[in-house]
């Protein structure tokens, strides 16, 4: 008898391509890891207590008063009427709704010395905004700490927009029909069925949009009139540490900049996952 | 006998019943909300957008020309361009792989390594300058005595801009197409490889074109972070007219000189292209999703 070698019948296993493995990391580690790693270093050097006085210096306080307190009117501002935007792109039919849509992403693909340059003539003293503005109620925007507000909510406009949409487009109109069946009026409906699904939506975006404004430099440089203790942000403290070659103060404040940024990246993250716990599997797709 | 039930539409309410007061308020926050949406963003985003167009041409079309043709701003340009153009292909690069990679594998801290690669979009632009300027200064980086021996020059140079405007915008590519490549699952990819095909084959025969329109997408975003990347890019370039000054430095910086019409002139050749490449990103976002919709129904 001839003995038939037995071929595998298994199919080949597929491998994945191990070189996108590599360049990915390759990639990473040169880009991305290499420069956290050493912005860790960098502040690892400097003694503890200088650390604590570089951060909480006078200057450095001041001007994180400006950067997260603006910031946070800002998303706050944007988390009402991102709200109202939303609901009016999805909820309302209006000529011109398109561009509409499209005008939110603006502040997205718009480079933010343009969107800078843009909103501190319109809302400087004799700008289309800034002159009424000064004339009826005596109210300066461009070069106070009112012009960095409106960069910040012109930059963190688009978020929650953005976050709140596909909720909203996704509740079901028989939650609201069996609400006015049972007898509630449209205040109570939307503030006790609908405006407890969006929330975590709206806070998200609200987050998101907070993180964006107190990292944002271009479009508020620009609109700002840069005086410390009165409307300096954070990134441009950093920026004149280093033109005055105080390298140190600058990798501590840029450490704390960025110790917020891991935090809130963090907490972004927990509010969509404890996001989506309410709204089921509807929304997965 | 057959009973005629009219659509429900056709049924009005008895003639008795009048809208009341409250019924007309009602019927008026609709038209409310679209008016405060519309004034809102009018005022925070439109107005803004136009005041540039209208400034830039404040003297008319011909002053217009003559501040395009400004040396500083061409050589800003070409900067501009030269920076995206070695940016935007290495991050091309880098996001297919990682897709690739990255989307089909199960292993533990895969939400983890997303967020990493997420992390450029959440640190300020300055600190991620500042990151390269520690790294790569010649007095006082990491690296400054590797770089001096060699005679490199990084920071205040086109090197540096370059690194800038990549780590800014690496992350659009892989977050574009990684969401497409799960859920399209490995079906293609498994038949072209028993029948013979190579990882190269199969990877630009069947896994590129397939994620062709996120891959564009992907690619739209990152050519327009890139050309108006400002804050990373000012911190590493030294800014210095007619050598390292960007596009978006140049609009800054003309500004400050008050050359408020040079400044506005450069403004909007930028945000001509921001405006085309939303343009381009509505259309290719409508495709993916007539794509994303017939994979749905397919599977």
């Not at chain 1, 609400?179 to 509630?184: F, K, Q, T």
């Not at chain 1, 998101?208 to 107190?214: I, K």
């Not at chain 2, 540039?52 to 061409?74: I, S």
């Not at chain 2, 400002?230 to 007219?241: K, W």
Request: charged share 15%.
């Amino acid at each position: 008898m001839v003995s038939v070698p037995s071929r595998p019948r298994r199919l080949p296993r597929l491998k994945l391509p191990s070189w996108s493995w590599r360049i990915t990391w390759t990639y990473l580690g040169l880009i991305l890891f290499l420069p956290l790693i050493g912005m860790f270093l960098k502040a690892g050097q400097v003694s503890p207590p200088e650390f604590w006085a570089a951060a909480t210096s006078s200057e450095a306080v001041a001007s994180y008063k400006v950067s997260f307190g603006v910031a946070f009117v800002a998303s706050l501002i944007n988390g009402f009427f991102g709200l109202v935007v939303a609901w009016a792109l999805i909820r309302c039919r209006f000529p011109g709704q398109r561009l509409l849509d499209a005008l939110i992403d603006l502040p997205f693909a718009l480079p933010t010395a343009v969107a800078g340059l843009a909103l501190s003539y319109v809302y400087s003293e004799e700008g289309w905004m800034g002159k009424p503005l000064y004339d009826l109620f005596g109210l300066k925007v461009s070069f106070t700490i009112y012009g960095v507000a409106v960069a910040m909510v012109f930059i963190s406009l688009p978020f929650v927009v953005r976050t709140v949409e596909p909720v909203l487009r996704s509740l079901e109109k028989e939650q609201e029909e069996a609400s006015a069946c049972l007898g509630a009026n449209q205040l109570q409906t939307f503030f006790l069925v609908i405006l407890p699904q969006l929330f975590p939506a709206i806070l998200a975006g609200i987050a998101q949009g907070f993180s964006r404004a107190v990292g944002e430099y271009g479009s508020v440089v620009m609109i700002a009139s840069n005086v410390p203790f009165k409307d300096l942000i954070t990134p441009t403290l950093i920026i004149q540490k280093l033109e005055e070659y105080d390298f140190n103060s600058a990798t501590v404040i840029g450490s704390v900049m960025l110790l917020f940024s891991l935090v809130s990246l963090a907490v972004i993250n927990f509010i969509q996952v404890w996001g989506q716990r309410y709204q089921g599997s509807e929304s997965a797709n | 006998m057959t009973i005629v039930v009219p659509p429900l539409e056709d049924i009005q309410p008895p003639q008795w019943v009048k809208p009341t007061f409250s019924d007309r308020a009602k019927s008026a926050v609709p038209a409310l909300i679209v008016v405060v949406a519309c004034l809102y963003v009018g005022t925070v985003i439109l107005l803004p957008a136009l005041s540039v167009v209208v400034q830039a041409f404040a003297k008319g079309l011909q002053p217009f020309l003559d501040n395009l043709t400004n040396e500083d701003l061409l050589h800003a340009l070409r900067l501009t361009l030269f920076a995206t153009a070695i940016a935007v292909p290495a991050n091309t690069i880098f996001g297919l792989a990682a897709a690739t990679a990255i989307a089909r594998r199960k292993f533990r801290g895969k939400a983890l390594l997303l967020s990493i690669i997420d992390l450029p979009f959440s640190i300020s632009p300055v600190v991620v300058g500042l990151m390269l300027v520690l790294l790569y200064s010649p007095n006082h980086g990491l690296f400054a005595g590797v770089i001096n021996s060699l005679g490199w020059k990084i920071i205040f140079s086109w090197p540096g801009i370059v690194l800038a405007t990549i780590l800014v915008t690496f992350p659009f590519m892989a977050r574009e197409v990684i969401p497409l490549l799960e859920e399209e699952g490995w079906d293609q990819e498994e038949a072209a490889k028993t029948l013979g095909a190579s990882d190269w084959q199969v990877f630009w025969k069947v896994t590129l074109p397939s994620v062709r329109w996120a891959a564009l997408y992907g690619l739209i975003l990152t050519t327009a972070r890139a050309l108006g990347e400002f804050g990373a890019v000012s911190v590493v370039s030294g800014n210095v007219a007619g050598q390292t000054q960007t596009l978006p430095l140049f609009v800054e910086d003309a500004y400050k000189q008050y050359h408020t019409e040079l400044a506005f002139g450069a403004a909007l050749v930028l945000a001509g292209v921001a405006i085309v490449s939303l343009l381009l990103k509505i259309l290719v976002e409508q495709i993916l999703e007539k794509e994303k919709r017939a994979l749905r129904a397919d599977s």
